[in-house]
């Protein structure tokens, strides 16, 4: 049974490793959080790794991102992404096709615990207000 992720928390605060955050970023991107709260769950069931998304069936991947819109743009950007990301140094997030300015701060926030950033996010922002009270 694949479990959605709760609404309490940001999608940030409920996946495993930065591949998974990457991947929930791109899924973010023009979409609300509630779709990509149940889509991501499925999404890494089929696909747990890069490795997996990067060999899986295009129309397979497609199925499952589709209630998010955006399905070929998505898919291209979650591949590219998937493989800049096997050979990512692990510093800078936009380096990884896909991911600009909200994807580089929440990795900064989520994942290398740098608080200083200045997110222009919504959520971001009130996420650091949250922990620097």
């Given at each position: 049974?694949?479990?959605?992720?709760?609404?309490?928390?940001?999608?940030?605060?409920?996946?495993?490793?930065?591949?998974?955050?990457?991947?929930?970023?791109?899924?973010?991107?023009?979409?609300?959080?509630k779709?990509?709260?149940?889509?991501?769950?499925?999404?890494?069931?089929?696909?747990?790794?890069?490795?997996?998304?990067?060999?899986?069936?295009?129309?397979?991947?497609?199925?499952?991102?589709?209630?998010?819109?955006?399905?070929?743009?998505?898919?291209?950007?979650?591949?590219?992404?998937?493989?800049?990301?096997?050979?990512?140094?692990?510093?800078?997030a936009?380096?990884?096709?896909?991911?600009?300015?909200?994807?580089?701060?929440?990795?900064?926030?989520?994942?290398?615990?740098?608080?200083?950033?200045?997110?222009?996010?919504?959520?971001?922002?009130?996420?650091?207000?949250?922990?620097?009270?």
């Amino acid at each position: 049974m694949i479990i959605p992720l709760k609404d309490d928390l940001m999608v940030q605060q409920q996946i495993k490793n930065s591949w998974e955050h990457m991947v929930g970023v791109i899924m973010l991107n023009q979409t609300g959080r509630k779709p990509v709260k149940t889509t991501l769950p499925k999404f890494l069931h089929w696909f747990p790794t890069p490795q997996a998304l990067i060999n899986a069936d295009e129309y397979v991947v497609k199925a499952i991102i589709a209630p998010l819109g955006m399905v070929n743009v998505r898919y291209k950007r979650l591949v590219r992404m998937s493989q800049d990301y096997l050979t990512w140094d692990g510093n800078d997030a936009t380096m990884l096709y896909g991911i600009g300015k909200y994807g580089s701060d929440s990795y900064e926030i989520f994942f290398k615990h740098n608080y200083t950033v200045q997110p222009t996010d919504k959520e971001l922002i009130k996420y650091l207000i949250g922990v620097n009270k």
